[in-house]
């Protein structure tokens, strides 16, 4: 029997590498960092537009097996499992594929304030002080907090893309098959907001291991020149911190965190209730 694949999407810094972590705790899950596959999926969806002249030769139902091969192929070692997570920021702007290709699926979003987010990164900027980081194009997106966030915002960039993505389908007609989980309500309380998790997948519970959870991807951080962007650590605990943003930035990233007043939207959301609970 074929694996059931699944997805996760959502901001950067939110959870979604720790999310990866701990569903692979499981033995019936393979789940991970972001996998190349939504990229072979864009490049193959360029390569069969209209820019190749040879695409009139290629049937709509040749396309959609041709998309379908790369997961196919790419999963086909993970065989021995029944439920794959394929993980990438671009699928919240996938939604209409992802839904014909995999009627079932389901797409968890990672989220957390984007001023959090924004926070997170420049912590990681500032720790690799000798690096100079490929998340900016340009000494002078480089030079200051203020012209980093605004690169990271950009629409086309890190925070920018996802958070579009994120909207664009929190607010599409597919949206009931999208669940947001808060990076706060994940990392309070780590075994409610799993359970709920599970629910929404209509899989059986499993006993995760919150004191000591693995995942760290050293070589492809390196790459980019921004350790730590995928490190995980041990445990599962929310660390209070005070931001080292200035407030004005602080004050402007923090008003973006539309998924906490939904309307419009069939979309599912786990966000904190209290310190130790979940809501749905």
């Not at 439920?83 to 990438?88: S, Y």
């Not at 984007?114 to 690799?128: G, H």
């Not at 030079?143 to 629409?155: D, F, I, K, N, P």
């Amino acid at each position: 029997m074929a694996p059931r694949l699944h997805f996760i999407s959502g901001l950067p810094r939110s959870g979604s590498t720790l999310l990866g972590a701990l569903l692979r705790q499981n033995p019936r899950f393979h789940a991970g960092m972001s996998s190349p596959v939504g990229g072979l999926v864009n490049q193959l969806l360029n390569a069969m537009s209209e820019d190749n002249e040879f695409s009139v030769f290629i049937t709509p139902e040749q396309k959609q097996a041709l998309i379908f091969s790369i997961f196919t192929v790419y999963y086909q070692d993970q065989g021995d499992k029944a439920v794959i997570f394929d993980t990438n920021r671009l699928w919240c702007s996938k939604l209409p594929l992802i839904r014909q290709l995999f009627p079932e699926a389901k797409v968890i979003c990672c989220v957390r304030n984007v001023a959090w987010i924004m926070d997170s990164l420049e912590r990681l900027i500032r720790k690799n002080v000798f690096e100079v980081s490929r998340l900016f194009g340009t000494a002078t997106e480089r030079a200051t907090v203020y012209t980093r966030t605004e690169a990271l915002s950009q629409g086309g960039r890190l925070v920018g893309f996802a958070y579009n993505a994120l909207k664009e389908a929190f607010y599409s007609e597919q949206s009931e098959c999208l669940l947001l989980v808060d990076y706060d309500i994940l990392t309070q309380a780590p075994k409610d907001t799993l359970n709920l998790i599970y629910q929404f997948l209509g899989q059986e519970p499993f006993e995760h291991d919150f004191d000591q959870v693995e995942y760290d991807a050293p070589e492809f951080d390196g790459r980019l020149h921004t350790q730590g962007l995928h490190q995980v650590k041990p445990k599962v605990e929310f660390v209070p911190r005070q931001t080292i943003l200035p407030p004005d930035l602080f004050q402007q990233y923090s008003q973006l965190s539309f998924w906490q007043t939904p309307s419009n939207s069939a979309a599912n959301v786990i966000m904190p209730r209290s310190a130790d609970g979940a809501q749905v």
